[in-house]
């Protein structure tokens, strides 16, 4: 018991101590925030494009939501905790390295993994901080109208998506400490996951073999119910398929990255891989 | 009372069975005391890091067993870093956007110092470092010895019974590597009663520091004694040292009679060849017809062995390489 109080405290500093050294990079701090629109701004001009305004039948006809910008937001919004498993708790230990404090942290009597749980808690705080800002900027100029009597349950779907992600996440970071060319594996996963995942349709549009793919995807389901109960979007699966599901994934993914994160650093620690950069 | 460190037998080699292998520790075995201060006394590249991260638990040996407080290496690491303050890598070891206090309190939480010991602990190290006024400054803004007194409050932060420190005063000034070493030898060793085991590759450092030095060179330790007694086993050999100008190297030298170890260094333009030797008489009127046409010749004169002419004489490395650092 004193032990898990010894890790949880561990992870907190670890949070607290990312937020201070954020903190003393303001402009990047500032960026973070700014920057996500610039990217969600192409997102909606191709729609408008599209569409030859913000509303459309045909995509109110297939998913019964009619507000192409909601619809978007809502999946762009998601995807930014892509980022925390991908490249906040993937480079975590290597940031380390680069500060020059990995040895130093490393000879600490906690296990190596409650340095990336740190970084995925501090990062999902981080990246929350965000979406709120976002969801009120864009719900304020867009006029934005959101149910919320399914609340408790997006928030659960969002919990279970998390914890699958925090899976990929931690196997992500055990490429770091064994491999040279580790943010190939990260680019490759987070491209991937971004192609397959219905951010800015629904599933349906997608080709069968990338439907089955999505279908192994935390992502896939935690946009797909968090815009059936904000927006009402027609269920293509589900909802206790869906939680069902979620949970299988967090707990697969969960699995498969711990058990790769510990192979990958007795791997590292055998060969000397993280002494050599 | 069982030793607190324990190495037996341990073996860790790099790109094992395949080209450029290299035996980083090639057969090791040791044991220190409690309360000892231990040297591990070495060139460049004799695999003395390498020794240190295996006993930290940052790399897993190929083979042999280390205990360190009782506790395997293998079997209990996370019960071994809890005993252990290990200092490396100098001032890097810090994050220089925190302050010293922000430091100290990151790593107080990552040992498990108990909350409410946490602030009278904290204040007690930067009294100690005498950093007190400098409590809230960031750290990339402290001089590099500040730094560096701020990283070895960092490794005492849990108060540990045993210390393992790489090349304490590797690149410092000569007024504070003297302040680390006093630093060491009597608070750390002779007042708080911290075993130390030390790396250096310096001579001095090892001769005045530590109560036993073993000799490492190329993965194996070669000696292994107090230095008093290392410098008395070869006591009855001398040196003889000529200071000449010119380029000469260990390899070109003959093989002499009466010449029973050769280290060649530079220092400040000129070149110094020193030769352990049981009759320098004799040896000098040798060598002379080799030098006479390569170098010329500033001084001669003959010593008593330095603990380094011990360590010439006993591995056959010279610790200085080319004396780049000398
Ligand atoms: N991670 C590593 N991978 C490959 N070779 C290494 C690694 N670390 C050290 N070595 C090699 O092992 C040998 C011993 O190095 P080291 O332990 O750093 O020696 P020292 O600390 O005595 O200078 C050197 O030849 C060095 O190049
Ligand atoms: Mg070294």
């Not at chain 1, 960026?31 to 039948?57: D, H, K, M, N, W």
């Not at chain 2, 002779?190 to 109560?211: N, P, S, V």
Request: net charge positive.
């Amino acid at each position: 018991m004193s032990k898990i109080a010894h890790y949880l405290r561990a992870i907190n500093a670890e949070n607290m101590k990312e937020w201070r050294i954020e903190w003393k990079y303001k402009p990047d701090f500032i960026r973070q925030f700014l920057e996500p629109f610039v990217y969600l701004f192409p997102y909606f001009l191709y729609g408008y494009a599209l569409l030859g305004g913000r509303y459309s039948s045909h995509l109110k006809s297939i998913t019964g939501v009619d507000d192409m910008v909601a619809y978007t937001f809502i999946g762009y919004l998601i995807m930014g905790f892509l980022n925390t498993a991908c490249w906040a708790m993937g480079s975590s230990l290597r940031k380390e390295q680069w500060y020059g404090t990995l040895e130093a942290i490393f000879v600490a009597p906690v296990p190596r993994w409650v340095y990336v749980a740190g970084m995925a808690l501090h990062s999902t705080c981080h990246q929350g901080l965000i979406m709120v800002f976002q969801a009120f900027l864009i719900t304020t100029v867009f006029a934005l109208v959101f149910k919320t009597t399914g609340i408790f349950l997006v928030l659960l779907i969002v919990v279970l998506m998390l914890m699958g992600l925090y899976g990929l996440g931690i196997m992500v970071a055990g490429f770091t400490i064994g491999m040279k060319q580790w943010w190939v594996i990260s680019e490759a996963l987070s491209t991937l996951i971004t192609v397959v995942t219905p951010i800015a349709y629904p599933l349906a549009v997608l080709p069968i073999f990338l439907q089955k793919a999505a279908l192994f995807l935390p992502t896939t389901y935690g946009i797909i119910g968090v815009r059936h109960f904000l927006l009402g979007e027609k269920l293509a699966i589900s909802l206790p398929l869906i939680i069902f599901r979620l949970i299988v994934i967090l707990v697969v993914w969960l699995t498969v990255g711990f058990a790769l994160f510990i192979f990958m650093d007795r791997y590292g620690r055998k060969k000397g891989i993280l002494s050599l950069y | 009372m069982p030793a607190d460190i324990v190495v037996d037998a341990l073996y860790k080699f790099f790109k094992k069975g395949r080209p450029g292998e290299v035996r980083a520790v090639d057969g090791v075995s040791f044991q220190i005391e409690k309360g000892e201060l231990f040297g591990l006394l070495g060139p460049n590249g004799a695999g003395k890091t390498t020794l240190i991260k295996c006993i930290s638990t940052l790399l897993i040996p190929d083979a042999g067993s280390i205990r360190v407080a009782g506790f395997d290496v293998n079997k209990d690491p996370l019960k071994v870093r809890q005993q252990i303050g290990v200092l490396t890598g100098g001032e890097r070891s810090l994050y220089w956007k925190l302050t010293p206090i922000e430091n100290l309190r990151y790593f107080a939480a990552l040992y498990g110092v108990p909350r409410n010991q946490v602030k009278e602990r904290i204040d007690y190290l930067l009294s100690l470092m005498e950093l007190k006024d400098k409590a809230h400054t960031r750290v990339e803004k402290l001089s590099s010895g500040m730094k560096q007194k701020l990283s070895i409050a960092r490794v005492l932060v849990h108060n540990p019974p045993i210390l393992l420190v790489d090349e304490p005063t590797i690149g410092l000034d000569p007024y504070f590597a003297q302040f680390v070493r006093n630093f060491i030898k009597h608070e750390l060793n002779q007042r708080l009663g911290k075993t130390i085991l030390l790396t250096t590759h310096y001579m001095d450092e090892a001769d005045a520091l530590c109560d036993r030095v073993a000799f490492m060179n190329q993965g194996r330790i070669d000696a292994l004694d107090t230095p008093t007694r290392l410098k008395r086993s070869i006591i009855k050999k001398e040196i003889l040292e000529i200071k000449c100008l010119g380029e000469l190297q260990k390899e070109e030298f003959p093989a002499l009679e009466n010449l029973l170890s050769l280290n060649i260094t530079r220092l400040d333009g000129f070149t110094y060849i020193r030769m352990g030797t049981d009759n320098p008489e004799r040896l000098l009127s040798r060598v002379i017809d080799f030098i006479q046409h390569r170098v010329k010749v500033y001084s001669v004169q003959v010593t008593s062995p330095s603990l380094e002419d011990v360590f010439v004489y006993l591995t056959g490395a010279s610790l200085r390489q080319g004396g780049d650092d000398a």
